[in-house]
């Protein structure tokens, strides 16, 4: 069983429609929580970065921490046709050297 | 603030030959992470360089080795390489140490492997 699972899509929403991406983890461990945007033939590109329960926000983007379910999200409000991409989340322990990526969800915005 | 750069782009080699990867990170960065993508593995974490030593090491063969200079500057290198060994190759560079882990990626290299 891998330690990071993400839903693997493919998601295709209509412009303006609000996207929620999902990853859960079974290492408690993990402390630090990232999202990372990849366009293709690119390197990731970071979105959000968490380090403890709750919510941040930033823009149109949301990232949310459950450490008691071990469950991440990231939600995009009014989607634009340039947030077609693929969504990584990662975790890190702390004094890690290493990030444990999710297998990545691929988004279509739809105009 | 220049971001992570990665040379060469793109890469084609033939199986037995050896390759070498360099990476430059952000200024004031000390942690450099090397990582390999493919469909099939998704990101593969290789290894990770903090101050010109190797303080962590995935579960890749000794082919894939690395290293990283005074100033900062890492350079990956896989020895006989393998058509398995075709990928994209990113690093990664963050300031390694509390308070902060982000890592920013650079744009990587393609590597193919025939």
């Known amino acids: 069983q891998k330690e990071v699972e993400q839903d693997p899509g493919p998601l295709s929403v209509p412009e303006g429609a609000i996207v929620s991406l999902n990853c859960t983890y079974s290492?408690?461990?993990?402390?630090?929580f990232m999202w990372y945007r990849q366009y293709s033939r690119k390197g990731p590109e970071l979105l959000m970065y968490?380090?403890?329960?709750g919510n941040k926000e930033d823009g149109r983007f949301t990232a949310q921490v459950d450490k008691s379910s071990k469950y991440i999200s990231l939600f995009i409000r009014d989607s634009q046709p340039s947030d077609s991409a693929t969504y990584l989340c990662a975790m890190r322990v702390p004094n890690a050297g290493k990030s444990t990526f999710g297998d990545g969800t691929t988004l279509t915005v739809k105009p | 603030k220049a971001g992570v750069t990665q040379t060469p782009r793109y890469l084609i080699k033939t199986r037995g030959q050896q390759v070498t990867l360099s990476c430059s990170p952000i200024?004031?960065?000390?942690?450099v992470s090397w990582y390999q993508q493919t469909p099939g593995q998704g990101l593969q974490f290789l290894f990770e360089?903090?101050?010109?030593?190797?303080?962590n090491k995935g579960n890749f063969p000794g082919r894939f080795s690395g290293r990283q200079f005074s100033n900062s500057r890492s350079e990956m290198n896989v020895s006989t390489l393998e058509l398995g060994d075709s990928a994209l190759y990113l690093c990664?560079?963050?300031?390694?140490?509390?308070?902060?882990?982000?890592?920013?990626f650079g744009p990587g290299t393609r590597l193919t492997v025939t």
């Open positions: 200024s004031g960065h000390r942690s």
């Open positions: 990664a560079s963050s300031l390694g140490q509390m308070p902060s882990y982000e890592q920013y």
């Open positions: 290492n408690s461990a993990f402390q630090y």
């Open positions: 968490t380090y403890s329960s």
């Open positions: 360089y903090f101050s010109e030593t190797q303080r």
